[in-house]
């Protein structure tokens, strides 16, 4: 699976996060039962200005956020708390777009006394489902989305990013 990362910020880099973006993305895939060679995501990997600029451009909140994901197509139930609809391989191979944003990313690890690595990794699935139509503004929609992703890190080995 092609995971296209684009950075702008070299401290990315020295992260890794090439190799943990194509990890998160590929394990978040298999774990809901997708082929990963089917699909494409893409991934800026910018700093707090960048991401700034994107959250008022793109949700009219002029503030730093630690990741933004701009889906192909959406995919998300009707009914709260359903599973959303599967992407249809070979219709359109481009799942969307993801922002991560280092400044925030960095700090909301050290704060949680959590690896980066774990901590962006965690990011990345959080991003690939909101592009697969998962969600947490319903309550049941959070539940579903904090449970696959509890699961896919932990076949990760990232400990729960919730407790």
Do not use: Q
Not at 3 to 23: F, K, N, T
Not at 38 to 45: M, Q, T, V, Y
Request: hydrophobic share 45%; glycine share 6%; charged share 25%.
């Amino acid at each position: 699976m092609p995971v296209e990362v684009i950075v702008e910020d070299a401290r990315w880099h020295e992260a890794g996060l090439e190799a943990l973006a194509e990890r998160a993305a590929a394990a978040t895939l298999v774990h809901l039962g997708l082929d990963p060679e089917l699909w494409e995501i893409s991934l800026l990997a910018c700093d707090d200005s960048r991401i700034v600029t994107l959250n008022t451009d793109f949700r009219g909140k002029p503030a730093a956020t630690n990741v933004l994901s701009w889906p192909a197509e959406d995919l998300a139930p009707e009914t709260a708390g359903a599973p959303p609809h599967p992407p249809e391989p070979g219709v359109e191979p481009a799942l969307g777009d993801i922002a991560i944003a280092w400044e925030t990313c960095a700090r909301e690890a050290a704060e949680a006394g959590r690896p980066l690595a774990d901590h962006a990794t965690h990011l990345i699935v959080h991003a690939v489902l909101h592009l697969l139509g998962y969600d947490h503004i319903r309550d049941p929609d959070a539940t579903v989305m904090e449970t696959t992703e509890i699961a896919i890190l932990g076949k990760l080995g990232v400990p729960d990013p919730y407790t």
